[in-house]
């Protein structure tokens, strides 16, 4: 009696489940629009936020790069007015939470941060002084006076 996986119907359906999942799984990292992004809530921010940070860690190193890249780009290409307008929309609900939502979202940044290997941290530095040497001596001295002193 031939076993069940050696119909060719079966094998068939057992090789497209497979270059389904496969497909799946290679998908890209999708990058969200901002503009969708600033109308979530904080608690669904942070949802996503989740969803997002456990696909880059399942994410080949190409891939992390390749998601940078890509939120890099779509951040550049939004105008001026608006991305004050973005900034504004968060400035505003960051005031509006509680200290203790404001002191668990610190924390949570803190921990991850602790959590990045030594070769992550290189790159998020490398990639903080490329966006401050984007920046105007304006701007640049606007986020000095905003940062707490150490």
Do not use: H, Y
């Not at 921010?45 to 390749?66: G, V």
């Not at 803190?110 to 304006?138: I, K, V």
Request: aromatic share 4%; with cysteine.
């Amino acid at each position: 009696m031939p076993s069940l996986l050696s119909t060719p119907l079966i094998r068939c359906l057992v090789g497209a489940v497979w270059l389904w999942v496969s497909a799946a799984q290679a998908a890209p990292l999708l990058v969200p629009n901002a503009r969708d992004w600033s109308r979530l809530t904080p608690e669904q921010q942070a949802l996503r936020q989740a969803e997002i940070r456990e696909q880059l860690r399942a994410a080949s190193p190409a891939e992390r790069k390749a998601f940078r890249d890509q939120l890099r780009q779509q951040l550049e290409s939004i105008s001026p007015q608006e991305r004050r307008s973005l900034i504004e929309n968060a400035r505003e609900r960051w005031q509006a939470m509680t200290p203790q939502e404001r002191q668990r979202m610190t924390d949570e940044r803190r921990d991850r941060l602790r959590r990045m290997t030594p070769d992550e941290r290189r790159e998020l530095l490398m990639q903080r002084r490329e966006m401050l040497d984007r920046m105007s001596p304006a701007e640049r001295r606007a986020l000095r006076e905003k940062l707490p002193a150490q």
